[in-house]
């Protein structure tokens, strides 16, 4: 779950309808920063059991994990807290997460050992990459994006992940009767959130419009805080009907 701007992956995926459609352009801003003792014994010690190196082509999930159980991806999991309290308490899921930040993976890499959990497994690369070549269409039952960076100021807003044309590739990737949650603490980025996902013909709302905040879902610290003073946060809870095509 990332809090901060340093290394959350942010689309610029085109629009179809934009002249410039087709062109790569990265979909992450990367500034690596300071590496803990922790955080590099964990990226040694761990890394080459959790961590799944990109590679341009279909992922097996089953050999992946070991086993054959629902999958959630997770987009942007910051240091990793949220990620690990979810799979903590899900066992029976299996949680993706794809990060570009290396002291975050090396959090998340960290909790896992502390916490000897054994489903979740890491990709460092572009989200986008990993979507379009790593993970299979109709394949995930679920996806989280929980408080990707909001790229405040207005001239920045295009660089939001959460756009048209990266709504619909994530969605093709989730299975018929699966699910996408996502959580910003941007009003005005929750209006543009609600705004696409309302736009995209292949989900539904759970919710008239904003969500209540699903138990799975743990408070972070820094969220706890921002609801102390008055700040907003918002849920959007989107499924996947079964008659999509």
């Not at 341009?56 to 990793?80: K, T, W, Y």
């Not at 896992?112 to 990459?129: C, F, K, M, P, T």
Request: neutral net charge.
């Amino acid at each position: 779950m990332t809090q901060t701007p340093p290394a959350e992956p942010v689309s610029d995926v085109p629009d179809a309808d934009n002249p410039h459609f087709g062109r790569r352009i990265r979909s992450f801003v990367l500034r690596q920063g300071h590496l803990s003792k922790g955080q590099e014994r964990a990226l040694e010690e761990f890394g080459p059991k959790f961590c799944i190196t990109y590679r341009p082509e279909a992922l097996d999930l089953d050999g992946a994990f070991g086993r054959h159980a629902p999958r959630v991806l997770e987009i942007g999991f910051g240091m990793g807290g949220a990620t690990a309290e979810i799979a903590a308490g899900l066992p029976g899921t299996d949680f993706l997460g794809v990060e570009v930040h290396t002291p975050g993976v090396g959090s998340l890499l960290k909790l896992i050992g502390e916490q000897q959990l054994a489903n979740i497994r890491i990709v460092q690369h572009d989200a986008v990459e990993v979507l379009e070549q790593m993970i299979a269409p109709d394949s995930l039952d679920g996806a989280h994006v929980f408080f990707p960076d909001p790229w405040h100021k207005k001239r920045h807003n295009k660089r939001r992940l959460i756009q048209p044309a990266f709504v619909k590739l994530l969605v093709s990737r989730i299975k018929p009767g699966g699910y996408l949650h996502l959580a910003t603490d941007w009003e005005d980025y929750a209006v543009q959130m609600l705004e696409v996902l309302a736009a995209e013909p292949a989900l539904q709302n759970t919710a008239e419009g904003y969500a209540p905040r699903p138990d799975y879902r743990p408070l972070t610290k820094f969220e706890n805080r921002g609801l102390k003073l008055g700040h907003g946060v918002w849920d959007l809870v989107f499924t996947k009907p079964a008659a999509s095509r």
